[in-house]
């Protein structure tokens, strides 16, 4: 009986010995599973943070190969002015890869609304010039026949501030689309207009919408002999900001390399920029327009 009864105090310490063992057990079950989802999550983590870090260095690369292509001049005249904007828009701002995204959207979000307060701006001054014009014309419509001879419209600003002196000449810059108001000047159909823009599709495109009010409108400097000899300045139309529409009031010439900036025939979205252009070309082209006969520009 003795031996029974301790037997049996040896199986209930058994028992007692594989209930906690298997306690221990389902803890250890448990932490293995534990460490098995966060050795998951930081493998997800990490794949994550390379693929990151794989971005990061393609863009790196891509904006090492962008710098390398921008020549020393654009750099030295617009960086700085580049970074005192940055500095404006963004403050006191420290870059990381995390927030590289809504730095960029901040910065843009100031051009933006820098880029609109500049446009209201100037179009405001348009305003008040074309009014002025039109009032002069006027107020003395026999001087303002006499004092302007021709006008040049450029679309760029620094072009027109930059415009050589010619006589008997009105330089108006600017107004991109909006050029069409200068249609209410009477006595603009009564003096030669030239046009100078973009050697790209929107270039041609404002050159229709002028001819459609003013049909004597000459172009400038948009041929394609002076885009082949700029070939190593061409830059690139943003490829979903294009016209792409149909133009009826070119000339053979215009209207053949408008077609071939359209279709693409001379390379991806190529443009010139008129700002591109050397003050040397400008002056030769506008000579025998000026001084047809006097001066020889060689």
């Known amino acids: 009986m003795a031996a029974l009864e301790a037997e049996y105090a040896q199986l209930a310490r058994d028992s007692d010995m594989l209930r906690a063992l298997e306690t221990q057990l389902r803890e250890l079950e448990q932490v293995m599973e534990d460490t098995d989802k966060a050795l998951g999550e930081a493998q997800r983590e990490c794949s994550q943070a390379q693929l990151r870090q794989e971005q990061a260095q393609a863009q790196r690369d891509e904006c090492a190969t962008l710098l390398d292509a921008t020549p020393r001049e654009a750099r030295d005249a617009y960086f700085p002015r580049l970074e005192t904007m940055r500095d404006e828009a963004l403050g006191e701002h420290t870059l990381s890869v995390e927030s590289c995204d809504n730095r960029e959207r901040e910065m843009r979000e100031w051009l933006t609304?820098?880029?609109?307060?500049?446009?209201?701006?100037?179009?405001?001054?348009?305003?008040?010039?074309?009014?002025?014009?039109?009032?002069?014309?006027?107020?003395?419509?026999?001087?303002?026949?006499?004092?302007?001879?021709?006008?040049?419209?450029?679309?760029?600003?620094?072009?027109?501030?930059?415009?050589?002196?010619?006589?008997?000449?009105?330089?108006?810059?600017?107004?991109?689309?909006?050029?069409?108001?200068?249609?209410?000047?009477?006595?603009?159909?009564?003096?030669?207009?030239?046009?100078?823009g973009d050697i790209d599709t929107h270039g041609f495109a404002i050159l229709d919408r002028l001819r459609a009010r003013l049909p004597h409108t000459r172009s400038l400097l948009m041929d394609r002999a002076t885009l082949e000899a700029h070939r190593d300045l061409w830059g690139q139309e943003h490829p979903q900001q294009r016209f792409t529409g149909t133009l009826t009031r070119l000339t053979p010439p215009e209207q053949s390399l408008f077609e071939d900036l359209r279709e693409n025939r001379l390379g991806e979205c190529v443009r010139l920029e008129q700002e591109r252009i050397g003050y040397g070309g400008l002056l030769k082209a506008i000579a025998p327009r000026v001084w047809p006969t006097s001066v020889q520009m060689s």
């Open 113 to 196: 609304r820098n880029i609109d307060n500049a446009d209201r701006s100037a179009a405001g001054l348009r305003d008040r010039i074309i009014d002025a014009m039109r009032g002069y014309q006027n107020a003395w419509p026999l001087d303002s026949r006499e004092v302007v001879a021709r006008v040049f419209i450029t679309e760029n600003e620094i072009n027109g501030l930059a415009f050589p002196d010619t006589p008997g000449s009105l330089v108006i810059f600017g107004l991109g689309y909006g050029l069409e108001r200068l249609a209410d000047i009477p006595w603009l159909t009564e003096v030669e207009i030239h046009y100078w």
